[in-house]
């Protein structure tokens, strides 16, 4: 559309007239550095007179503002578009304007950076300066503190320095009043006034005249120039601050080596000390005491240990008081005092109940506990110690102590005998006294315990009771019935009969014997039995004899330690406690202890090591003596390779069982057979016990107790024999039979026959040939023979040859005769006798 369009449109009936257009070139500048030159185009046209156009009008509000940023070349321009002329710029382009979008948008953008980093650098500058002003304040706050200590220490100077100038004025006051004081010191020199006889002026101070300084003099040695010095005129040369410190040093060194020699005191030596340790506790040079060794004919060094009696004799020489300690001092004051006769009270009695296999101990006491524990036991055999306590009707209570029976378990009824207070010895009514009878008997006798016999069995039909205490006789123990004071009871354990006389037998003894406990102090009791439980860990059976075990306490048991975890009574109840005569099992020790160790509270963990460590050295040093320990005969077999060993490794159920395992097979040893337990321990068979039976060439035995799955696959992969067992009879008879297997057999001979020689031939290619005739017995073909001259025998062999007729015979009878010639041996004379045996071999057995 064209401007006369839009003129003639705007003002319609209006003249036509003529217009003249006029171009010109406007360059414009955008932001970034951009121009562009812009063609604008100048209309003007022809009206009435001082009216202007209406296309000016018109198009004067389309044509767009001059740029802030153009050019003086558009300024021109911009002056012609006046009310005489209107200015009609072009349109921008699709491109242009997107163009001009894009830079407007790029704009906006450096804008928002540039704010960005304005606001920035303002928060940088911030921090600076909050940063530079707490450097400001800390700094003023130092130089405040600096400047307050150098005043204190000027005013401390000027009070030691009127200190000191107080002090130097009152000595020469005390010169002055003393006898001596007219006396001028040497190298001064005093010029005194004439001196005023009148007494108003008697004893004044007499003033000295400071000497002039010689030219030359050195005045840098005078020390600090004080005021008082400066004020009193005092010339006198002293030492430099610098000097007395040489002085004090040279002082401090002389002293240091040159010490006095330290006075008597006590010493306290172990069994072994080293020189230096021995020389510090003396407070003297290691090099003394090694002249005194030397002197006595010994040759050491600092670090040579010598015996405590070589230790003492040093140092008695020096003077000084020995005080000999040993190791074994750690286990002082283990145990407390003993208690006081106000603090016991009764407790209740431990009974052990002993007797020879299946008489019926463990029934008898599950007729009192009412309580099935024999079906429990394998083959109704009790194979470790058990540890009940039993309510009676009264309210009293009893703790029962299960022994075996077993000849192998004599270490286990040794121990309950020693913990005991009484013993009830089970003598079935119709055996009578058997072998562990009287070695119960025994252990009874010695742990000095009183015994109550119970004759059990009493119901059945051969039931002799009267014997079984005419052999009791045999054994020292008289029953009341004979006179003597032993109780006896005649009790049916599966009938119960007689048991309430049991119970009241019991109860008797126990007030006779007066037992009485302290349990307000720290628990000491006995390990009965120890274990490794698979999900509990190590657990140990323990009858507290004295005080009261806690949970929380820390406890010694042999060589291991720990702290109380849970403790559980008979019937599986966790309980916070236990006192005396209670039997308690005992979760948190460190390993399981060996049957019989003592268990003692101590104060803190660093005791508890102390004792254990020492404990488990002494035990260590013991089991090292006793394999190091042989015979010359034993190590001449050993170096023979005579004496042949079956290596074991043992893992059982309890300690008490493992322990009699090895007992029983120790003693079917011989001096030409043996066991060798590898290790020995409770808890299951692990992978650890495959490998050292299999490095060993041993097998492992396991009693109650089974192999876990990694130790199954090793034991097949490296062919290792695994045995379990849960009775002891089968133990003791397959390692039985498998050392008779290793017994080398005996070889016995066996006399065949003789023969004479009548001739000796002497064959080609053959060799000598006896003719012989059997004169006794048989000769057989590949028989032993020995050749005897004059009843000497001179060759031992075996028969080469053995014809008869020319033929091949197996054996010639005796008035036969027949041709022999010996394998390898040649020198055959007429006269000789040949005698023909055999070698037969006997398998032995244990």
Same mark, same amino acid.
């Given at each position: 559309?064209?401007?006369? %369009?839009?003129?003639?449109?705007?003002? /319609?009936?209006?003249?036509?007239?003529?217009?003249?257009?006029?171009?010109?070139?406007?360059?414009?500048?955008?932001?970034?550095?951009?121009?562009?030159?812009?063609?604008?185009?100048?209309?003007?046209?022809?009206?009435? +007179?001082?009216?202007?156009?209406?296309?000016?009008?018109?198009?004067?509000?389309?044509?767009?503002?001059?740029?802030?940023?153009?050019?003086?070349?558009?300024?021109?321009?911009?002056?012609?578009?006046?009310?005489?002329?209107?200015?009609?710029?072009?349109?921008?382009?699709?491109?242009?304007?997107?163009?001009?979008?894009?830079?407007?948008?790029? &704009?906006?953008?450096?804008?928002?950076?540039?704010?960005?980093?304005?606001?920035?650098?303002?928060?940088?500058?911030?921090?600076?300066?909050?940063?530079?002003?707490?450097?400001?304040?800390?700094?003023?706050?130092?130089?405040?503190?600096?400047?307050?200590?150098?005043?204190?220490?000027?005013?401390?100077?000027?009070?030691?320095?009127?200190?000191?100038? *107080?002090?130097?004025?009152?000595?020469?006051?005390?010169?002055?009043?003393?006898?001596?004081?007219?006396?001028?010191?040497?190298?001064?020199?005093?010029? &005194?006034?004439?001196?005023?006889?009148?007494?108003?002026?008697?004893?004044?101070?007499?003033?000295? !005249?400071?000497?002039?300084?010689?030219?030359? @003099?050195?005045?840098?040695?005078?020390?600090?120039?004080?005021?008082?010095?400066?004020?009193?005129?005092?010339?006198?040369?002293?030492?430099?601050?610098?000097?007395?410190?040489?002085?004090?040093?040279?002082? %401090?060194?002389?002293?240091?080596?040159?010490?006095? /020699?330290?006075?008597?005191?006590?010493?306290? #030596? /172990?069994?072994?000390?080293?020189?230096?340790?021995?020389?510090?506790?003396?407070?003297? =040079?290691?090099?003394?005491?090694?002249?005194?060794?030397?002197?006595?004919?010994?040759?050491?060094?600092?670090?040579?240990?010598?015996?405590?009696?070589?230790?003492?004799?040093?140092?008695?020489?020096?003077?000084?008081?020995?005080? =000999?300690?040993?190791?074994?001092?750690?286990? @002082?004051?283990?145990?407390?005092?003993?208690?006081?006769?106000?603090?016991?009270?009764?407790?209740?009695?431990?009974?052990?109940?002993?007797?020879?296999?299946?008489?019926?101990?463990?029934?008898?006491?599950?007729?009192?506990?009412?309580?099935?524990?024999?079906?429990?036991?394998?083959?109704?055999?009790?194979?470790?110690?058990?540890?009940?306590?039993?309510?009676?009707?009264?309210?009293?209570?009893?703790?029962?102590?299960?022994?075996?029976?077993?000849?192998?378990?004599?270490?286990?009824?040794?121990?309950?005998?020693?913990?005991?207070?009484?013993?009830?010895? $089970?003598?079935?009514?119709?055996?009578?006294?058997?072998?562990?009878?009287?070695?119960?008997?025994?252990?009874?006798?010695?742990?000095?315990?009183?015994?109550?016999?119970?004759?059990?069995?009493?119901?059945?039909?051969?039931?002799?009771?009267?014997?079984?205490?005419?052999?009791?006789?045999?054994?020292?123990?008289?029953?009341?019935?004979?006179?003597?004071?032993?109780?006896?009871?005649?009790?049916?354990?599966? !009938?119960?009969?007689?048991?309430?006389?049991?119970?009241?037998? #019991?109860?008797?003894?126990?007030?006779?014997?007066?037992? !009485?406990?302290?349990?307000?102090?720290?628990?000491?009791?006995?390990?009965?039995?120890?274990?490794?439980?698979?999900?509990?860990?190590?657990?140990?059976?323990?009858?507290?004899?004295?005080?009261?075990?806690?949970?929380?306490?820390?406890?010694?048991?042999?060589?291991?330690?720990?702290?109380?975890?849970?403790?559980?009574?008979?019937?599986?109840?966790?309980?916070?406690?236990?006192?005396?005569?209670?039997?308690?099992?005992?979760?948190?020790?460190?390993?399981?202890?060996?049957?019989?160790?003592?268990? $003692?509270?101590?104060?803190?963990? +660093?005791?508890?090591?102390?004792?254990?460590?020492?404990?488990?050295?002494?035990?260590?040093?013991?089991?090292?003596?006793?394999?190091?320990?042989?015979?010359?005969?034993?190590?001449?077999?050993?170096?023979?390779?005579?004496?042949?060993?079956?290596?074991?490794?043992?893992?059982?159920?309890?300690?008490?069982?493992?322990?009699?395992?090895?007992?029983?097979?120790?003693?079917?040893?011989?001096?030409?057979?043996?066991?060798?337990?590898?290790?020995?321990?409770?808890?299951?068979?692990?992978?650890?016990?495959?490998?050292?039976?299999? &490095?060993?060439?041993?097998?492992?035995?396991?009693? %109650?107790?089974?192999?876990?799955?990694?130790?199954?696959?090793?034991?097949?992969?490296?062919? $290792?024999?695994? =045995?379990?067992?849960?009775?002891?009879?089968?133990?003791?008879?397959?390692?039985?039979?498998?050392?008779?297997?290793?017994?080398?057999?005996?070889?016995?001979?066996?006399?065949?026959?003789?023969?004479?020689?009548?001739?000796?031939?002497?064959?080609?290619?053959?060799?000598?040939?006896?003719?012989?005739?059997?004169?006794?017995?048989?000769? *057989?073909?590949?028989?032993?023979?020995?050749?005897?001259?004059?009843?000497?025998?001179?060759?031992?062999?075996?028969?080469?040859?053995?014809?008869?007729?020319?033929?091949?015979?197996?054996?010639?009878?005796?008035?036969?005769?027949?041709?022999?010639?010996?394998?390898?041996?040649?020198?055959?004379?007429?006269?000789?006798?040949?005698?023909?045996?055999?070698?037969?071999?006997?398998?032995?057995?244990?």
């Amino acid at each position: 559309m064209t401007d006369t %369009n839009e003129t003639s449109r705007a003002r /319609p009936g209006k003249t036509l007239s003529l217009k003249k257009t006029e171009t010109s070139t406007v360059k414009q500048s955008f932001s970034h550095g951009r121009t562009k030159a812009v063609v604008v185009e100048k209309k003007r046209t022809l009206g009435p +007179a001082g009216k202007p156009a209406a296309a000016e009008k018109t198009q004067a509000p389309r044509a767009p503002a001059p740029s802030a940023q153009s050019t003086p070349a558009s300024a021109p321009a911009a002056r012609d578009t006046g009310p005489r002329a209107g200015v009609v710029l072009r349109q921008l382009t699709d491109e242009e304007k997107v163009a001009r979008s894009r830079a407007l948008a790029d &704009a906006r953008v450096a804008e928002g950076e540039a704010r960005r980093r304005a606001d920035e650098d303002a928060r940088h500058r911030a921090v600076e300066e909050d940063r530079l002003k707490r450097e400001r304040v800390a700094a003023e706050k130092r130089k405040a503190e600096e400047e307050a200590r150098k005043a204190a220490e000027e005013t401390a100077k000027r009070h030691a320095e009127e200190e000191a100038s *107080r002090r130097l004025e009152k000595k020469e006051k005390e010169k002055e009043a003393s006898p001596t004081a007219a006396v001028p010191p040497r190298g001064r020199r005093v010029v &005194a006034e004439e001196e005023d006889e009148s007494p108003a002026k008697k004893g004044a101070k007499t003033p000295v !005249k400071a000497p002039a300084a010689r030219k030359g @003099e050195d005045t840098r040695r005078r020390g600090r120039l004080t005021v008082t010095r400066a004020l009193s005129g005092d010339d006198e040369r002293t030492r430099s601050v610098a000097a007395f410190k040489r002085h004090l040093q040279r002082v %401090n060194r002389g002293q240091q080596e040159a010490p006095a /020699p330290a006075g008597p005191r006590e010493v306290t #030596i /172990p069994e072994t000390i080293t020189v230096a340790e021995l020389a510090n506790r003396m407070a003297r =040079r290691s090099v003394d005491v090694i002249k005194v060794l030397m002197k006595n004919g010994m040759m050491a060094t600092v670090n040579d240990v010598i015996d405590a009696d070589t230790a003492e004799l040093v140092a008695t020489e020096y003077g000084h008081t020995v005080k =000999r300690v040993a190791e074994s001092d750690v286990l @002082e004051g283990l145990k407390g005092a003993d208690d006081q006769e106000t603090n016991l009270v009764s407790r209740p009695p431990v009974v052990t109940v002993m007797g020879h296999v299946d008489h019926g101990k463990t029934s008898l006491l599950d007729a009192l506990r009412k309580t099935d524990v024999a079906a429990g036991e394998a083959g109704g055999i009790t194979q470790h110690i058990g540890a009940y306590q039993v309510t009676m009707k009264t309210g009293q209570k009893i703790t029962f102590l299960d022994t075996p029976g077993h000849a192998a378990f004599t270490a286990m009824r040794a121990r309950g005998a020693k913990v005991t207070d009484l013993v009830v010895l $089970v003598v079935a009514a119709d055996d009578g006294v058997m072998p562990q009878t009287a070695e119960a008997i025994a252990h009874a006798k010695a742990a000095h315990v009183p015994i109550i016999v119970a004759i059990n069995k009493i119901d059945k039909g051969d039931a002799n009771p009267q014997r079984v205490k005419s052999e009791l006789l045999q054994h020292e123990i008289q029953v009341e019935d004979m006179g003597g004071d032993t109780l006896a009871v005649e009790v049916s354990a599966t !009938k119960g009969t007689n048991l309430d006389k049991l119970e009241e037998a #019991i109860l008797l003894q126990a007030e006779v014997l007066d037992l !009485k406990s302290n349990p307000d102090r720290n628990g000491e009791g006995a390990v009965i039995e120890a274990k490794l439980d698979r999900g509990r860990g190590p657990v140990a059976t323990v009858l507290v004899q004295r005080g009261t075990l806690k949970v929380g306490e820390i406890v010694v048991a042999g060589s291991e330690w720990g702290r109380v975890r849970l403790l559980q009574n008979d019937r599986g109840e966790t309980v916070p406690s236990a006192g005396p005569s209670t039997p308690v099992e005992v979760l948190g020790l460190s390993a399981p202890p060996e049957a019989g160790d003592e268990l $003692v509270v101590v104060e803190s963990e +660093a005791r508890a090591r102390e004792v254990t460590e020492y404990r488990a050295r002494k035990r260590r040093e013991s089991r090292q003596a006793t394999s190091s320990r042989q015979t010359l005969d034993q190590l001449l077999k050993t170096r023979d390779g005579e004496k042949r060993l079956l290596p074991l490794v043992i893992k059982a159920d309890v300690q008490g069982s493992s322990e009699a395992i090895q007992g029983a097979l120790h003693k079917l040893g011989t001096d030409e057979v043996g066991v060798q337990v590898l290790q020995a321990g409770v808890g299951a068979i692990t992978e650890s016990d495959v490998i050292l039976a299999h &490095a060993s060439g041993g097998a492992i035995i396991g009693f %109650n107790v089974r192999a876990n799955a990694q130790a199954r696959d090793r034991a097949k992969r490296d062919a $290792v024999d695994i =045995r379990y067992y849960n009775i002891i009879y089968n133990v003791v008879d397959d390692i039985k039979a498998a050392l008779s297997g290793l017994l080398a057999p005996t070889m016995r001979e066996k006399f065949l026959g003789n023969a004479e020689v009548l001739e000796v031939f002497a064959i080609s290619k053959v060799g000598k040939v006896a003719g012989c005739r059997v004169t006794e017995g048989v000769v *057989r073909r590949g028989a032993k023979v020995r050749l005897i001259r004059d009843g000497v025998v001179i060759h031992e062999g075996e028969l080469s040859t053995l014809k008869r007729f020319k033929d091949e015979a197996r054996e010639v009878l005796s008035g036969q005769e027949c041709g022999m010639s010996f394998a390898n041996y040649q020198d055959l004379q007429k006269g000789d006798v040949i005698e023909c045996y055999e070698v037969e071999t006997i398998q032995r057995a244990l």
